[in-house]
């Protein structure tokens, strides 16, 4: 979950007029852990922005290993002024 909140934190941060703004993690919704992870794994994370309103984005993302995927969330984000 942290790898994919720092992606879509990234991925809001990246759109044009963000400059100089900070993304907040502020939730994680339907989080689904769906296979272990273990040392030496190469993880992939991928996150779609779904929506932004006003100061408020939501994404969904999704980590894997190799062709399965490993877990997945709604991630919510505040984003300052």
Known sequence: MEMLAQTGGLAFLSQDGMRGKVAYLAGIDQARFRRPVRPGDTIRAEVQIISMKRRVGRAVG????????????????????
């Open 62 to 81: 999704k980590a894997y290993v190799g062709k399965e995927e490993a877990a997945s969330a709604t991630l919510l984000f505040a984003l300052s002024n």
